[in-house]
């Protein structure tokens, strides 16, 4: 079956620690993306990358960093500079190349830093 | 910049009514999509719905409707005869064609009572 997985479901770490977030996909989409989720809130865009060894600033990219080493890996690193850790992170992928390509999203991972 | 407004935080409908969930955009790319996207309270996101910018008819999908009024730039769904399973966080989103980001709006509760 193709699709996203994200690992693991439920994260908890201390504040201060460094954390990796992983996102998978095999359906041979060019494009992944990372949102945060807050508790009734939008998704607002991290990072996105069209491309291997490429990647872009969203909205509120100031305390994480991604790598794009392979076209079916995106991580998704969250540093101790992030000020409010705590949320939902989604990561999603899709055809590039058209507006008219919805994305796929994985089942998300709930991050709480206490 | 690309800017997507959903204005209705949380809606209550009777079930079997029908119900819409009001989306605006800006862009001034001319070539862009907008989708819809429900979210129940389990995370997932799931794709309802997609119009494009040069679609000269609203988007279908079985009980889902786009009502995509492209001057007022507006792109409003509808869904018809809502059932209990329609309770969940809907989200407009829209991407345009120049960079494959794809921005959301803070999504609308939609609460179908019985």
């Known amino acids: 079956d193709g699709g996203i997985t994200q690992s693991p479901k439920y994260l908890f770490r201390k504040e201060g620690q460094n954390v990796t977030l992983s996102c998978e996909q095999n359906?041979?989409?060019?494009?992944m993306y990372w949102y945060r989720q807050d508790p009734g809130q939008g998704l607002r865009l991290i990072y996105y990358s069209q491309i291997v060894n490429d990647f872009q600033k969203g909205d509120i990219a100031e305390g994480y960093s991604v790598s794009r080493e392979k076209k079916e890996s995106f991580p998704l690193t969250v540093t101790s500079a992030q000020k409010n850790p705590t949320a939902f992170y989604l990561c999603?992928?899709?055809?590039?190349?058209?507006?008219?390509?919805?994305?796929?999203f994985g089942p998300g991972t709930r991050l709480t830093v206490t | 910049a690309q800017k997507i407004t959903q204005t209705q935080p949380g809606m209550f409908v009777q079930e079997k009514e029908a119900v819409t969930l009001d989306c605006t955009y800006d862009?001034?790319?001319?070539?862009?999509?907008l989708f819809w996207y429900k979210q129940p309270s389990s995370g997932e996101m799931i794709f309802l719905i997609y119009q494009g910018s040069y679609d000269q008819q609203n988007a279908t999908e079985g009980r889902y409707s786009l009502n995509f009024q492209k001057a007022r730039k507006s792109a409003n769904l509808v869904i018809s005869a809502s059932q209990l399973g329609d309770s969940a966080m809907y989200f407009c989103a829209m991407r345009d064609f120049r960079d494959d980001k794809i921005i959301f709006g803070k999504g609308t509760r939609l609460h179908i009572l019985p």
């Open positions: 999603a992928s899709s055809i590039v190349g058209s507006p008219q390509y919805e994305q796929y």
């Open positions: 862009t001034s790319d001319p070539s862009y999509g």
């Open positions: 359906l041979n989409h060019d494009a």
